[in-house]
T-cell receptor, first 111, second 114 residues
Framework: GQQLNQSPQSMFIQEGEDVSMNCTSS?????WLWYKQDPGEGPVLLIA?????ELTSNGRLTAQFGITRKDSFLNISASIPSDVGIYFC???????????FGKGTRLSVIA | ETGVTQSPTHLIKTRGQQVTLRCSSQ?????VSWYQQALGQGPQFIFQ???????GRGNFPPRFSGLQFPNYSSELNVNALELDDSALYLC?????????????FGPGTRLTVT
């Protein structure tokens, strides 16, 4: 099935560093969602974006809806050990259409 | 507010058997979507149920079927299990019709087919 392109695939950073990751698509989406998944758990919604160009924050997390509607970015500031996990982007178009996911960015934080 | 719950947590089945997975949606939500997540991959859409009817299906064969009940809970049934069906099965609930497209996931059911 269709998947979005997420990069990087994985990253190792020092505690306290800032993190950036992105997600691109060949198709336009009206909604971009960012999730975090811990091992053995379901994805947890972090941020939802509904408007091209929109910049939304949730604590140390900031996400942007690209103006082309084909990409989105997630930044984490001042990383801490509990930020470790896999971050997924997902694109959607309406409430009753499926979300299309990327393969995820695996984040490791070195204390 | 009660979140999305799934049962069982883990399941081991033999090839050719049938399995039923269950999902209770978050209170106030009216739609359930099911996803299959293979190791190292993002979730792949199986199908969605809205008002007790299938409302969209991904690229999965007919041996994957489902139900939604009047209380919005849902079941995923898989017949004639194959080894490749081993995966984490996730359900997500959402509220369709209110202008938001957020889906909230349960913890998943880990299915192993031997």
């Amino acid at each position: 099935g269709q998947q979005l392109n997420q990069s990087p695939q994985s990253m190792f950073i020092q505690e306290g560093e800032d993190v950036s990751m992105n997600c691109t698509s060949s198709s336009i989406f009206n909604t971009w969602l960012w999730y975090k998944q811990d091992p053995g758990e379901g994805p947890v919604l972090l941020i939802a974006l509904y408007k091209a160009g929109e910049l939304t924050s949730n604590g140390r997390l900031t996400a942007q809806f690209g103006i082309t509607r084909k990409d989105s970015f997630l930044n984490i500031s001042a990383s801490i050990p509990s930020d470790v996990g896999i971050y997924f982007c997902a694109g959607g178009n309406s409430g009753n259409t499926p979300l299309v996911f990327g393969k995820g960015t695996r984040l490791s934080v070195i204390a | 507010e009660t979140g999305v719950t799934q049962s069982p947590t883990h399941l081991i089945k033999t090839r050719g058997q049938q399995v039923t997975l269950r999902c209770s949606s978050q209170s106030g939500h009216n739609t359930v979507s099911w996803y299959q997540q293979a190791l190292g991959q993002g979730p792949q859409f199986i199908f969605q149920y809205y008002r007790e009817e299938e409302n969209g299906r991904g690229n999965f064969p007919p041996r994957f079927s489902g139900l939604q009940f009047p209380n919005y809970s849902s079941e995923l049934n898989v017949n004639a299990l194959e080894l490749d069906d081993s995966a984490l099965y996730l359900c997500a609930s959402s509220l369709v019709g209110q202008g938001t497209y957020e889906q909230y996931f349960g913890p998943g059911t880990r299915l192993t087919v031997t």
